[in-house]
């Protein structure tokens, strides 16, 4: 399982090394003239009533409760990882506010959200303060095939994957098959990695479906069917370690039914609204499908300028060439690739980077307001955090710079110096999506100002016992309290 939209995640996903693109040796008129096709689109942009980025129904994995917990199990690399029951009244008051934010939801986009299953909440015993959303290995029993031109051909002294069938001699030109080819949600095609993809059906309609999902969100990865199978197109990067042209399935990263809340996250929290804050947060990636829309849709430079707009802005066209710079940096998914000459720009022009963190931050304030709940709660929670992680890490968790006492200073201020002009709040290291804590409080005061949400409905009472009772019970479930000694109540 893959930590991979968490909330607060201070290290980014593993990554797997791509072909270098020649991109850079085109002119950079051409990258311009593309401007619209290449660094993104309004689909991209947080606008409200927009909950969800496309509305196929295998976008999300709706796997069981035990299909969850398998791959959990198969993506945990020590112990095996502990779950509360669904029931324990802990887990149902988190389920409760989840309910109450997608009934909210529902009720006024109801055609967004007919194909996405409600989301559920499970609770992990796990002292990290954490939440997350789990991309979950999807496959379909249906050929595939790289086009390849352009690629480097399979490797023949590459070990094949387990199990590969039909692999020929080395250095035979005869195309290798592989169980399944991947398509990330970066438009490139790898190997599964290490969790086992969870086997769908689907029909004509749905291949259909993909293939245009994948031509209308990505800049260069082109699928097409032919002969029963699904090509990737040559625009379509290709992970080196790949042992084969042709495989017997295909497979994507579905978003997960299961939103994971650790114990840590609560019992350091504390606070229930601003945990709720947090699982707005969650839904946000959900109903979004960050797990495979397409990357081309975001990750773009755009001028911060004085303040957010109700529609989010596009990417700066200025600055397409260093879009693109960057975006080949994100797909290598190397974690040691070096980001100070963004980081430069970034400070020096006054631009963001727009990423999945960054919408679902945005779709949270939508989302606690349409619920009832005060939005002013996703920058709350977000500083609690900040501070959590300083106090945790004597500030070295966070990829910002400035610290929790500093950033707190500055948002009474409303992010303005002593001359009224909007401070630069340092975005931190693009290779993680989750930018600094300091710049998501920034931002999402900005988006208070820029959409000022109405709370649309009464708030939600949840029922049940008190809040501090819960604590009590959860902790006492996490440290079972000692039996009592075998000769108390003697003198
Ligand atoms: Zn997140």
Redesign the pocket.
Known sequence: MCKY???LLLRGPMRIRSLALALAAFPLLVACSAVAEKIGSSDADHTEDQPTYAQYKWLWADETEEEFKSIARAGSMWSDPEFFALDHPMAQRLQFWVDKMDEALRARNPKALASTPKPRIILRKDSDPNAWVSYIPVSWKVKGALARAGNAPAQPNVPSDAGADGATEAGSTVPRTIPTLMLLSTGKVAAPGSLPPLDRRFDDAALAELVKFANDGFAKCRLSTSDGAVVFGEGCAVDPSLSGDRSDAIAFYATGKWITVTTGLITSMLDEERIVAVLA?ELG?YYRSHSIQPSDQLNYFYALGEGNKPEKPGADPRYVEQTLKVREKLRSNDWYVDYTEENKLMAEQRLGFYTT?QE?DEISLEILARMGMPPTLGPDSQALLHKIVDDLSSGRGDTGEIKWEKCAALRERGFKDEAGQVVSVPVGNLSDP?HSFCFRVFNMQRELEAHRYQLAAERPRPPGEPWSKLLQRMQNDIDPPPPPPADAGRD
Do not use: D, L, R
């Open positions: 939209v968490s909330y947060h990636h963190e679902a989750h």
